[in-house]
């Protein structure tokens, strides 16, 4: 009779070298490797670990090594060259456990809560305080400057900026609303003005005193007293100082999400800034001082505040499809209001001075015809 004693099949000794790295510095180490069948772990000079709490990281550069860790620890790696041990590992390929997802989701919730913290408190604070520290010719500068990335950004062939409009008798035109309006301030604002050889229904002022004007603005004006009223309530916002508050909060935050997305070129930057200089979104108090500001101006120059209601009328009319400057205005929800505002600023008894004569009026609807510079 034959007997078969069967033997149990035993997981070979293993004895391997590797490459140790601990985590603390950089120098690796190279170790010797051996199983202690009887505690269940993987030893090595400096490394004593129990073979279920070693995980097994992927090799992205070559994948061609074997690159082991144990669950605790984050820093600290094994690299083998072959898959010998593998086998002895039955926990090799199970995931972080709830407890670590959970401080994950936590660090995440974190970092969310500090950017939301300085995107939205610590650069407008910084932005309102270093607003009152640039001098008049950095200002300038930095009005300029956004300027001519507008005019970037807003060119579609990607060849050459948006031209500046510059018809003779338009510009004497346009020069002639400016003087009536600015003759009434002390001191007199120090403004740029520019009409930009585009489509948009906008106008807006950046640093230094520079305000823009779109083609398709003075298009959609009826008369030189409703451009007038823009007009004035851009002054509104250059006296107060908003476009140099907006263009730093601006700037300061799309350049934080710029760093945080890998944008260290800034192009991307550079257009965001660009589109957020254009449809600024004053907050309702600025706007409100605004308003209020063009009405006393537009009194003062002999002109009825009610121009200003006639156009946000014409805003509000255009919602459908608004851009720019009609989208910002649409974007305050108590336009109306506004419009009743402007409308009982008008003093009884006010007799309005002619603005401009109709050839004027004409030479102004026309100014980007006559001629155009880059």
Request: aromatic share 6%; with cysteine; proline share 6%.
């Amino acid at each position: 009779m034959t007997t078969v004693v069967r033997v149990s099949a035993q997981p070979p000794v293993f004895r391997g070298e590797g490459t140790f790295f601990d985590g603390q510095n950089a120098e690796a180490r190279h170790v010797s490797l051996s199983i202690n069948e009887a505690r269940g772990v993987l030893l090595a000079e400096g490394l004593d670990w129990p073979l279920e709490e070693i995980r097994q990281l992927p090799d992205i550069a070559g994948g061609d090594l074997v690159i082991l860790r144990h669950k605790d620890n984050a820093t600290a790696r094994l690299i083998l060259t072959d898959d010998t041990l593998l086998v002895r590992l039955p926990d090799r390929d199970r995931s972080a456990p709830f407890i670590r997802r959970g401080r994950l989701a936590g660090w995440a919730l974190a970092a969310v809560a500090s950017v939301t913290l300085i995107l939205f408190v610590l650069v407008p604070l910084m932005a309102d305080q270093l607003a009152e520290y640039i001098p008049p010719n950095g200002e300038k500068a930095l009005g300029e400057v956004t300027l001519t990335q507008i005019r970037e950004a807003l060119d579609d062939t990607g060849l050459h900026p948006v031209t500046f409009c510059t018809a003779p008798k338009g510009e004497q035109a346009l020069r002639k609303i400016q003087a009536r309006l600015t003759a009434q301030m002390d001191p007199p604002a120090d403004l740029s003005v520019h009409v930009l050889n585009h489509e948009m229904v906008n106008a807006f002022a950046l640093p230094g005193g520079q305000i823009v004007f779109f083609r398709g603005l003075i298009d959609e004006a009826n008369t030189p007293e409703e451009l007038a009223a823009v007009f004035a309530h851009e002054i509104g916002h250059v006296v107060s100082r908003d476009p140099t508050r907006h263009a730093l909060r601006s700037a300061g935050s799309i350049g934080v999400l710029g760093l945080i997305f890998g944008d260290f070129a800034g192009g991307a930057v550079v257009l965001l800034l660009a589109e957020q200089l254009i449809e600024a979104q004053y907050s309702q108090g600025a706007e409100g001082t605004a308003d209020v500001f063009a009405h006393d101006l537009m009194i003062r120059a002999g002109l009825s505040p009610a121009a200003l209601a006639v156009m946000f009328e014409r805003f509000r009319a255009l919602g459908g499809d608004a851009e720019g400057f009609v989208g910002h205005f649409l974007s305050h929800p108590r336009l109306g209001d506004r419009i009743d505002a402007a409308r009982q600023a008008v003093p009884d008894g006010l007799q309005p001075k002619p603005l401009l004569t109709a050839d004027e009026w004409q030479a102004l609807r026309d100014i980007c015809k006559g001629g155009s510079l880059y």
